[in-house]
C-alpha cells in the first residue's frame, strides 16, 4: 500500500518580500518541485521553519497563473517570529491548501461586505483581489463591495499599497478605521473601533453577504452589530483561528464542539456556529 | 472477498489448555512480534513477550494496546536544511496483540475512523495493517468497567482475528478472519465442542451480571446539549487538576502536537509528534497568549462532550468504549459515569 504522508512539507522558494508594518510582512512563494497547486480564497497552509516547527497561515492573494502565491505573516510566535530572519531566495516547508475558504459561489450575484480587523485582512484580500478581478475582466458575476477595515494605528494598516486600486475599482467602497492616531501623524479616516464605520456604509441586509475576519472580541461585536441591523446569521462568514498541528483532522487541536476548524472552517456561516454547544464569539 | 480455502476448511472453534499457552505464544512468537499484558508494579502493561508469561486474568492496562498503533512519541520525517525525508518505524514482522479486551478492540476500530478519512495517516494505517488482534472475552470485570452500558464488552463479536475466552483450564479460541486461521493452523490448536459455547455464554452472562458501574446512554446526546451550563461544571473547575491523564489512559484519544528537535548541527533534525492532552493549559492556546479553553471547567467538558457527543458526528460513533481507565488513573476520583448521572440528577 503506498500512502501519500500529509505531514511532509513540500520546499517552496521565497521570491520576494514586503513589509507591510513594524511586525508584519508578506512573502511571496512559490513551490520548487510542486507542480500542481489549486487554491481557493480563504484557505490556509501548514508553513515550516524546519527546526522551529509548523504553523496554520492563511493565503493571502488570489489564485493567480504563474503559480505564486502570499502569506502575509504577523511576526508573534514561534514560527513566525523566526520567519522575520529569511531572506529573499531562501526555502522553507509549505503543505496544503487546506480548509474550507469563503463561500465564492455564494457570492455570486450579491453585494459584499468586508469586515476585518488587523491581520484578519489578510485572507480576505484574496477575495477582494478576486472580486475586482472579475469585474476587471467584465464579468460582472458579484455586485458592489464594501471593505471596512480597521487597525491599532494608521502604521499597522496592511496593504497600504492596494488601497489605491481598490478604491479606484467601479463600485468598491473603502472604510478606513483605526483606534488611536499617534501623535504628529496624518490620518484623514475615522478613528474608533471598525463597528463604528457601520453607519457609513451602503450595504443593505437582504443583498449582502458578510465576510468578516479579525480578533474573537471584535468578530463578537460586528456580527451583534450586524444582527442588530437585521443582516441575517447564514448571510454572515466568519474566519477562526484555532492552535492546529495538523490542518487534516487528525491532531485534534483546533476542535469547536463537533467541527474541525482545519476542514469543515476555518470559515464558517455565524448560523453554523450557533448551533454548538461550545461558544465561539 | 472470497474465503481462502484454507479458511473456510478450518475450525472456527478451537481450544487452547492452558498448561500449553506457552506453546501457543512461542508458535506466535515464530511468525510475529507478540505483545500481552504483563505485570508492572500492582499494574499491567503490554508489553513485548520476550521472556515474559501474559498474565490473561489481568483487569487492566494502564495504557491501552493504542500505545503500539499511535505512539506517544513518533517521528514524522527527518530533514537537513529543506531536504525532507519521511520516516516510518513500522515494525517489520506483523505484531500480535494477546489478550486485549473487547473494550481495546472497539477502541481500535474507532482510531481506525480516526486515522482514516480523506486523510489517511500512513504511519497508523501501515502499523495498523501488521497487526493481529487476539482478543480476549472478559470473564472478569472490575470495579469501573462500564463497557455493557456501551455495547462494547464485556463480550465481543467482531474486529478480532482471533478471539480467545477463558473457560477455567482452558481457553475456548474462536477464529474470525483468515489471519486467524492460518496462526492457529501454525500452532496447532485443537477443535473445541460446539457445547463449548454454552459454556462461554453462561461465564460472560455472569461477568455482565457482575458489572457495577452504568453510563445510561439513553438520549445523551439531548441530556449533554440541554446541560452545557449545569453547575457540576462549576464543581469540576475546582476538582479537575487539569493533569491530562485521563486523556493519557484512554484508548480511543487521539490527539496530538507536533515538536521540531534540532541535532548539535542546529541544521538537521527531526519533526515528532507527541501525545497532547485537551486537558492541558496550552492546548487551545495561540500566538499572543489568547485561550479558548482557559478555564478548567471549559477543558474538562470538552473531553466529556468530545467523548460523549462530538465523536458520533464525527466518526460516527460514541468516542468512549466504558473501560474505566480514566476513573481509575484520576487522583481526584472524577469519574465520567458520576457525571452523568448527576446531570440527570440520579
Known sequence: MTLINPYKPEPAVIQAIRSETPDTTTYTMKFRDLQEFSFEPGQFNMIT????????????????EDGTFEHTVRHVGNVTNAMAGLREGDTLGVRGAYGTGWPMSQLEGQDVLIIAGGIGLAPLRPVIQAVIGDRRKGNGRYGSMEILYGARTPADCLFKDDYEEWRSAEGVNLLLTVDAVPQGMDWEHNVGVVTALFDQMKSRPADTIVLTCGPEVMMKFVVRGLLERGFSPDRLYLSLERRMSCGVKKCGNCQIGSKFVCKDGPVFAYAELMTLSEEVL | MAMPRAFAEAQRLLRLDKSRLDDFVEALKKVADVYGPVRKGVQHSFQLLEDKRPELDYHTTILPPKKLLHEPFEKLFSFEEDRVE???????????????HPCDVHAIEILDQVYGGEYEDPYYQKRREQTVIIALNCTTVHDNCFCSSLGTGPELKSGYDLLMTDLGDQFLVEVGTPRGAELVAEAGLEPAPRVTLVDKERRLSEARNRLRKRLLTQDLDQLLKDNFRHPVWE?????????????????????????????????????????????????AQVAQGMNFRKDRDARIKHRVYHKLVYYEPQFGTLGCVGCGRCIDTCIKGIDITEIIRELRGE
Not at chain 2, 86 to 100: A, D
Not at chain 2, 236 to 242: K, N, S, V, W
Open chain 1, 49 to 64: 521553519l524546519f527546526g522551529y516547527g509548523e504553523a496554520p497561515i492563511s493565503i493571502s492573494s488570489a489564485p493567480s
Open chain 2, 235 to 283: 464543581e469540576l473547575r475546582h476538582e479537575c487538576l487539569a493533569c491530562g491523564s485521563c486523556t493519557m489512559v484512554c484508548p480511543t484519544c487521539f490527539c496530538y502536537n507536533t515538536v521540531d528537535v534540532l541535532n548539535l548541527d542546529l541544521k538537521s533534525g527531526w519533526r515528532e509528534r507527541v501525545w497532547d492532552s485537551c486537558l492541558l493549559l496550552d492546548y
Open chain 2, 86 to 100: 519521511v520516516v516510518q518505524s513500522v515494525p517489520k514482522r506483523p505484531q500480535v496483540l494477546l489478550g486485549i
